[in-house]
């Protein structure tokens, strides 16, 4: 079974420019989060979608956008981009309701690795 | 506070040591816990769940203290493998499973 895939894996862009990131999460996985690692630094939240609709955001400017589709895959868009954007954009699935409770183990792609110059 | 804080590490052991992380966090109504594994220039990986009772997993063992916020993980007999930054991992209480809040990570190096 394929795990999380994220696209692209590298990425350069210039100040001020605009990016999109991709992400499929595990087949059956219906809820995707996104993070920003910065070096040094555990992940942190963005964005988590949850069948297809925002359930949180994190504190992030609203440069920041993402969106959910019909097959559960999604899509950061970081607008303006700024020097300080430079970072490991991971994203994570977990499989959201199982029966009566949430089921939060989340499992990373592979990340993508934007440098803003 | 912050959300969730780490033992600061860096741990350099030796092969065949056993070593502990302690981590505690913040929001009491927390409900969901984890340890992540990361390599360097990888994806953090789910190397546990942590349980109120305690689970363990091989050399792995994680507690889950709630009365006092802290969670721990006992590595015993350290392989040179085991070397990588371990996330302390909680996530607050939400209707649809919220955000992950990590630690800033411990680094441990095993050494021959």
Redesign the interface.
């Known amino acids: 079974d394929a795990g999380v895939t994220q696209s692209p894996t590298h990425l350069i862009k210039t100040r001020g420019q605009q990016v999109t990131l991709r992400c499929s999460p595990i087949s059956g996985h219906k809820s995707v989060s996104w993070y920003q690692q910065v070096l040094g630094q555990g992940p942190q939240f963005i964005f988590q979608y949850y069948e297809k609709e925002e359930r949180g955001r994190g504190n992030f400017p609203d440069r920041f956008s993402a969106r959910q589709f019909p097959n559960y895959s999604s899509e950061l868009n970081v607008n303006a981009l700024l020097l300080g954007d430079s970072a490991l954009y991971l994203c994570a699935s977990s499989l959201g309701r199982d029966g009566t409770k949430m089921n939060t183990e989340a499992f990373f792609g592979q990340g993508t690795r934007l440098t803003v110059v | 506070r912050k959300e969730?804080e780490q033992d600061p590490g860096p741990f350099n052991v030796p092969e065949g040591a056993t070593v502990a992380f302690n981590c505690t966090y913040s929001n009491s109504a927390s409900q969901?816990f984890?340890w992540y594994r990361q390599d360097c220039r990888?994806?953090?990986?789910?190397l546990m769940?942590v349980y109120s009772s305690g689970n363990e997993d091989g050399r792995f063992t994680a507690q889950l203290n709630r009365a006092s916020q802290y969670i721990s993980l006992l590595i015993r007999d350290s392989k040179l493998s085991d070397s990588a930054t371990y996330?302390c991992v909680v996530?607050p209480p939400?209707?649809?499973?919220?955000?992950?809040?990590?630690?800033?990570?411990t680094t441990l190096s095993v050494s021959s």
């Open positions: 969730v969901s984890f990888k994806e953090p990986k789910l769940s996330l996530n939400g209707q649809a499973g919220t955000a992950l809040i990590f630690g800033k990570g």
